[in-house]
Nanobody
Framework: QVQLVESGGGLVQAGGSLRLSCAASGSIVGIVSMGWYRQAPEKQRELVAT???????HYQDSVKGRFTISRDNAKNTVYLQMNSLKPEDTAVYYCNLNDIGRHYWGQGTQVTVSS
């Protein structure tokens, strides 16, 4: 089994910054990608950013230039640096790991941006 432990969420004013972390452990076979998704109330879960094994990254258009995803391969940890936060970034953020086609999810961490 694979476990994902997230940390770093919280309450911040608009324009502020937060850094999310997600550490993966357990019976990991081969990480294809790690990433972050978010779900706001009454909305579907959406992709925020991903980083694949080779290091390439992909971002949702609304966070480009503000969020940066990075990964520490030795620690199986992924980070999401979020700058210039906006109220519309408020959501529960979930870490995702793609382990050769099997997807695992963290428990979610709340990010609230006040105006």
């Amino acid at each position: 089994q694979v476990q994902l432990v997230e940390s770093g969420g919280g309450l911040v004013q608009a324009g502020g910054s937060l850094r999310l972390s997600c550490a993966a452990s357990g019976s990991i076979v081969g990480i294809v990608s790690m990433g972050w998704y978010r779900q706001a109330p009454e909305k579907q879960r959406e992709l925020v950013a991903t980083v694949i094994f080779g290091g390439a990254t992909h971002y949702q258009d609304s966070v480009k230039g503000r969020f940066t995803i990075s990964r520490d391969n030795a620690k199986n940890t992924v980070y999401l640096q979020m700058n210039s936060l906006k109220p519309e970034d408020t959501a529960v953020y979930y870490c995702n790991l793609n382990d050769i086609g099997r997807h695992y999810w963290g428990q979610g961490t709340q990010v609230t941006v006040s105006s």
